[in-house]
């Protein structure tokens, strides 16, 4: 018998989690299990902060700023926060950026391996509760400073709708209506949707409120960045519909915040929203 044969473990009918069967297999490869020094560890790596989502009539719309910060120090300008979980849903990241990332691709792997041993695809439901299983896993790390935050979003095919999630770091789930953002923007962006969203926005119109957003978080929050005019740096925007899911081209996200940035020389508080 050849060597090279994977352990019956691998061969064996059982769970469809991904994440249940690597922590039996391999524990010490999940994020949530490595040993952290005592104290606080929050200044030890770079955090993403902020993120938004909004839905459309057609779908539902998610942005991140490109920024990560370590303290007072910009540890990167251009780190992307925003993923797809899989043809129909996204995630955001906010905190602790590299677990954060581990987490995701996690995640991804977990949507991957269900749909392959089931042969289904999960309900929105479903994708939405093994997400906050892998935050609840987290709970020791963040207890340390290491928090995950993400925000969730997707086109649920049988409701018929985008829709979109929240966490805390304990776990719970949360279903928001309209609109959300988390990080450490998330106040001031939620602030500006308020007077921006309206329940009938395109797909283009939705995505321009949330760079809007974006750019009011930026304007009160040093840790969220702006559209980098001078690096052409703009934020990462995913569109989901009944059709998928789709990264915009940083081509047609740079003309949108082009044209923000203009209104702002005129305006710099942005659009007014109307008192009725």
Not at 148 to 174: E, H, K, M, N, W
Not at 221 to 227: I, Q
Not at 245 to 255: L, S
């Amino acid at each position: 018998m050849s060597d090279s044969r994977l352990p019956a473990s691998f061969m064996t009918p059982g769970t469809s989690s991904f994440a249940d069967f690597l922590g039996a297999e391999a524990p010490d490869l999940l994020p949530s299990r490595r040993a952290v020094p005592a104290g606080n560890a929050a200044d030890l790596a770079p955090h993403g902060t902020t993120i938004v989502a909004a839905t459309f009539a057609d779908g539902v719309v998610m942005a991140g700023d490109r920024r990560a910060t370590m303290g007072n120090i910009i540890a990167q300008r251009d780190i992307q926060k925003v993923f797809p979980a899989d043809e129909y849903s996204v995630v955001g990241i906010a905190g602790t950026a590299g677990l954060a990332v581990e987490m995701v691709r996690l995640f991804q792997t977990e949507l991957e391996h269900y749909e392959k041993i089931e042969g289904s695809t999960l309900s929105m439901d479903g994708k939405a509760n093994r997400l906050a299983a892998l935050i609840r896993a987290n709970l020791g790390m963040a207890m340390q400073g290491l928090a995950v935050v993400p925000l969730f979003a997707g086109y649920d095919l049988a409701a018929d709708q985008g829709r979109i999630f929240s966490y805390d770091v304990t776990g719970g789930r949360y279903e928001e209506t309209a609109f959300h953002s988390v990080g450490s923007g998330s106040l001031f962006a939620r602030g500006s949707l308020k007077k921006l969203y309206r329940d009938d926005l395109s797909a283009v119109e939705a995505v321009t409120a949330v760079v809007q957003a974006l750019y009011d978080a930026a304007d009160d929050d040093s840790a969220t960045g702006g559209p980098d005019i001078t690096r052409r740096i703009f934020p990462v925007v995913h569109v989901i519909t009944p059709d998928g899911g789709r990264h915009m081209p940083e081509a047609e996200v740079a003309d949108i915040a082009d044209r923000i940035i203009a209104s702002r020389m005129q305006r710099p508080d942005g659009p007014a929203a109307p008192l009725t």
